[in-house]
Structures are given as structure tokens and as C-alpha cells.
């Protein structure tokens, strides 16, 4: 994935989340263009940015449009990110999910990410932010 993606990433995550939630291409090619930064991309079906800093990578956001949801992409862009982070040095993998998404809590402890931390009214709903994290192993 590139800046030159971004366009396409902004019309997946407008497709996957609240508007009010939703990134704009600006933000997304902004994203993809700070150090330790990357992006895995399915083109109309969904993509994931993470970054990676000395050996911890962040997953900054994970996108599914609702036609290709539950048939695996969600697991397959996770599974390339974590390979990903690895080749970049990282060692360890974190993320933030609202307490209140089901679907994804499911999807991250289906990867092996376990809660190390909350952050209470962190959303603009007033759900908590669960700080997952999980181990990732040289290939």
C-alpha cells in the first residue's frame, strides 16, 4: 500500500465505520507516509494500517467493507501485518478496540491479543479503549 492508495483506503473505512469515525484520504496518506509506517490493501474490500517503532508495531486501523465481512479478510490482512512487522524488526504487536466491538474483539483474540491495559471513556460514545497486545515471532 502506498500514499497513492489513499483514495481507495478513505472509501473503505467510510464503508466501515460512522461517518463521524471515518478517515479522509489526507489523514490516511499521512499516515501511510510517517517513518514505520505500512499499509496492506485489498482494493473494495478493506485494508489495515500499522506502524512500526523500534521493535513495537501498532495497528493504527483495521477496515472491512460490510459486503466482505466475515470470510476471512479481517484474519488475512491481520495475519499479513503481523508478518510484516516482523521483517520490520518489531517483536511485539499492540492495538486499541472499543470494549463495545464484538466483532473485532473476536477477531483479535482469534489472532492471540490479550488485553494489557484499558482506557476508560476514550471514544466518543463513551466506550472504553482495550489496549490489546500480542507477541509476534521471527518467521
Not at 125 to 138: I, K, M, Q, T, Y
Request: a neutral charge; one cysteine or more.
Amino acid at each position: 500500500m502506498t500514499p497513492s492508495d489513499a483514495p481507495e483506503a478513505a472509501c473503505l473505512h467510510a464503508l466501515a465505520f460512522p461517518p463521524a469515525e471515518a478517515w479522509g484520504a489526507d489523514a490516511i496518506r499521512l499516515m501511510l507516509e510517517m517513518p514505520g509506517a505500512f499499509g496492506v490493501l485489498r482494493p473494495g474490500q478493506g485494508f489495515l494500517l500499522c506502524r512500526v517503532a523500534a521493535d513495537e508495531a501498532e495497528i493504527l486501523t483495521l477496515a472491512v467493507a460490510p459486503a466482505t465481512r466475515r470470510q476471512g479478510l479481517g484474519s488475512a490482512l491481520l495475519a499479513e501485518a503481523m508478518a510484516g512487522a516482523v521483517v520490520r524488526g518489531a517483536t511485539a504487536m499492540f492495538l486499541e478496540v472499543s470494549d463495545r466491538n464484538a466483532a473485532a474483539r473476536a477477531l483479535y483474540a482469534a489472532a492471540g491479543f490479550e488485553e494489557v491495559g484499558r482506557r476508560k471513556r476514550y471514544y466518543a460514545d463513551g466506550a472504553d479503549a482495550l489496549v490489546l497486545r500480542r507477541g509476534l515471532a521471527p518467521r
